[in-house]
Each structure stands twice: as structure tokens, then as C-alpha cells.
């Protein structure tokens, strides 16, 4: 019989942000319910060096962990903090982990069951969500006291540009031992892709996270009628 592979959530949450103070304090109840409702998670490990969520993740079995000082940086990459966490933790190499950022609170469960399916696969060694571009690297300018093209072409017609996507954390999953391989982001050319074809929510601002609660309770509102 195949050995199946444990699977880790991984919630980094920094104590400072620019955007929104203590946006990862108020995000965090989103990403728990949605974690909780997971019944194939063998461990959550919630990184911080906010010691907050200390009391609130023993509360509900998450083992909290103190980060580095060096990887709660604001330049700190993704993939520095996972390797320490893969280290301390002595994460065995097929181990898939699961990346899960509070700043996308509007997880779907759906996506996450159908990617997992994906990890399952022999051969899987890392995957991500990716979305179409918004504005084409065709049509982009650079724009000084001369204004150049940042891509050299001559292609206006929609029909005639590349189709392109870029990568997006809201789906993230790699074996432990493909970290070395992966770039700061997570990603490399061997990655499996998931194209997700709607808006993805995230958080950075006062006013992203007004509207954001204000959808959440319009949308209570609609199913308690």
C-alpha cells in the first residue's frame, strides 16, 4: 500500500505592516474557521514574531512558533521562512506544505481539496494558483524623460498578444525537499499550475479590509433570510 504523505499548514504573519497596523490580528479568525473546517492537515504551525497569537493558537491546537528576527523583516523572502520552519521543526522530505497567508481570508475549500488531490501524485514536487495578467507586458511603457517601450513590439490586436498568467499564493503546496529548488516566491519551471479565473481578496489597506467585512455580513445577511 502507497504511504501517504503528511500534510503542514504553514501561517506566517508578521507583527508590523505598513498598509493596515495589525492587519494579521484582524485577519486571523478568517483563516482559522477556514483551517478547521480541513480534516486532512496534519499539523498547523502559525510562524510569527508577534507572541498575540501565542495564547490564541494553543486555544485551538495550532503550534505557534517565535520566528527569527531575521525573517520578519520587511525584505525577508517566503522562502527563508519556510526553510527555517522545515529546520526547526525537522520536517521530513515528503512532507507536502501547505502555504497559507491571512491577507487572502476568502479561501474556497473546493480549490483546496482539488489541488490536494494533485499533491497526491507521485510525481508532484511543487504547484501554485495562477491568474490571467491584468494589464499585457506589451502595452507597458517606461516612462522618464523619454517614454520607451518595456517590451519591443508592435502588437495592438488582443487576439495576438501571448496568453499570460502570473503566480499567485492563494494555492501553494511543495514537498519539503523541493525547497532548495524553488525561487524566493515558491515557484520554479517544474511547478504544477492551477489557473483560478475569478478575483482573488486580498488585504493590505484600511479600506480593502472595510469592504472586504462588509461583504462577509452582506453575504450572512442574504443566506440567514
Not at 479565473?197 to 455580513?217: A, C, M
Request: charged share 30%.
Amino acid at each position: 500500500m502507497k504511504k501517504k504523505n503528511k500534510h503542514i499548514a504553514i501561517i506566517p504573519a508578521r507583527k508590523n505592516s505598513k498598509g493596515l497596523k495589525f492587519k494579521n490580528r484582524l485577519l486571523f479568525k478568517y483563516t482559522k474557521k477556514f483551517v478547521q473546517k480541513i480534516n486532512w492537515f496534519n499539523n498547523v504551525i502559525f510562524a510569527s514574531d508577534d507572541i498575540y497569537f501565542e495564547p490564541r493558537c494553543k486555544r485551538i491546537n495550532f503550534s505557534f512558533y517565535k520566528r527569527e528576527k531575521r525573517n520578519s523583516l520587511d525584505n525577508s523572502s517566503i522562502k527563508s521562512v519556510m526553510k527555517e520552519i522545515i529546520k526547526k521543526f525537522k520536517i521530513d522530505d515528503n512532507t507536502i506544505i501547505w502555504l497559507l497567508y491571512l491577507t487572502i481570508p476568502d479561501k474556497k475549500i473546493s480549490d483546496f481539496n482539488k489541488f490536494k488531490k494533485i499533491t497526491d501524485k507521485k510525481n508532484f514536487l511543487s504547484g501554485m494558483s495562477f491568474i490571467p495578467i491584468k494589464t499585457h507586458p506589451y502595452d507597458c511603457w517606461i516612462v522618464s524623460k523619454k517614454i520607451k517601450k518595456f517590451i519591443q513590439n508592435d502588437v495592438f490586436r488582443r487576439q495576438d498578444k501571448i496568453k499570460l498568467f502570473e503566480h499567485h499564493h492563494y494555492l501553494c503546496a511543495f514537498k519539503a525537499k523541493e525547497i532548495n529548488n524553488l525561487n524566493s516566491e515558491l515557484v520554479n519551471s517544474n511547478t504544477h499550475p492551477l489557473i483560478i479565473n475569478r478575483n482573488i481578496i486580498e488585504i493590505d489597506t484600511q479600506s480593502e479590509f472595510n469592504k472586504f467585512v462588509k461583504g462577509k455580513r452582506l453575504n450572512e445577511n442574504i443566506h440567514n433570510c
